[in-house]
């Protein structure tokens, strides 16, 4: 009974939070009455009826006193901006809007560049979908041949197209897989190099994962790899993982395993509520503790299995039996049910996991905070070697690439 209360104050919580409907409730039916109808200017751009701000339109002004344009950022004082201002006299022609201000400042405004930044909530969600973040796409095994796409090596190295649509797969759905690698240590990097900079952890720039005695951690290990997240100690987690398949086991196993926790957590949220609670709401402690390269480390991070934003959108997935903790910081009279819960969302994992192998010259990509990920067990002896060179990146660099490439490639006018 305990539990129940706990999640039903959970519950109770969440819908006293702000959420999408609500927006929309905004939109739609003026909540917020403070804000007077002359607080806005109206327009009709190509043919859609848009409302802005006055005090939005004149704190964006883009002229050299109030806007660095190499810079790309705002210089007006702030100290000395009106709430309250309003416009003097409003011009309009072809392509842009003109406003003089009552303090006698003037203002130029491009209408594509007005349009981008709609306030309505269709053009809000086509910023949010385009430039802030691709909207992503759950998966599981039985579609996952449709959305596991491949890509050239060399085209993503010479190309800004082959590389906008391996990262825009990437962020959409979560994996995706470079071809044709070069037989290199060093190959990954001209990769990463594309994108930005690598997520450098305890475990070095990049790592290598093979068999290894006495390690200090389990993927060095050729038994079985239980699917799980890397490095969930880390309070900022390394967004994705890229693994260059150097050599691939000759025996049998060392398949991948990749599932999807956005279509499990949604199945679980639908027809197991009680446990999706207990897996959002709930946190519990992630460690590594141990010695790499002559460097001690101890890390903790708290944190839900799934986490989730205000809008109950998850925006990331902890998950490692091997790094998970002994001191729970919950109530005793929930550990079992927690258990339960736990046991619950593995087993949905392992049956909605794709399974494959990759094969030398292969790097494998996915998104290391959204996807667990696993490896059957292989031989491993002196004639049968499995060796795989690893790196981190963050999604914050991956998102910005992502949107400096669409600039290049679309040459669309408002957009920055």
Known sequence: MFALRVISSAKNFAKSVPNISFIKQIHNNKVLHKNKTDDFIDLIIRG??????????????????????????????????DLNVKPKDV?????????????????????????????????????????YKPKQIAWHTENFEKIFSKHDYSEILSSN??????????????????????????????????????KRTHYGVKFVVRQL??????????????????????EYCPGVNLLHCLVQTASQGGENMLSDCHYTAEYMRV?????????????????????????EFFKLHRAPVICLDRYGEITRINFSIPQRGSH???????????????????????????????????????????LLHGRNAYEDNENNVRQLIGAYVDWDEIYSRLRCLKVKLNNEDGIC
């Open 48 to 81: 859609e009826s848009l409302q802005f701000p006055y005090v939005w339109l004149r704190e964006n002004c883009q002229c050299e006193e109030c806007y660095h344009s190499s810079a790309q950022s705002r210089i007006l004082d702030w100290s000395k901006f």
């Open 91 to 131: 011009s309009k022609d072809q392509n842009c809007l003109r406003v003089t201000w009552d303090d006698g400042h003037s203002s130029q405004y491009n209408y594509n560049w007005l349009k981008f930044r709609g306030f309505t909530p269709e053009n809000q969600k086509n910023y949010s979908e385009t430039i």
């Open 161 to 198: 197209e082959a590389l906008y649509n391996w990262l825009y797969k990437l962020s959409v759905y979560g994996v995706a897989l470079i071809q044709n690698t070069p037989d290199s240590d060093t190959a990954v990097d001209a990769v990463v190099n594309k994108i930005g900079f690598t």
């Open 213 to 234: 005695p006495n390690t200090s951690n389990v993927a060095y290990l050729s038994s079985n790899l239980q699917m799980h997240t890397d490095l969930p100690y880390y």
């Open 271 to 295: 027809n197991h509520p009680e446990q999706y609670s207990l897996l959002t709401n709930i946190e519990v402690e992630w460690r590594d503790v141990g010695v790499e390269d002559g460097n």
């Open 328 to 370: 729970f910081p919950m109530p005793i009279e929930l550990v079992k049910p927690w258990y339960e819960a736990h046991s619950m969302f593995l087993a949905l994992n392992q049956k909605f996991a794709a399974k494959f192998k990759t094969k030398a010259g292969d790097i494998l990509t996915f998104n290391n905070i959204r």
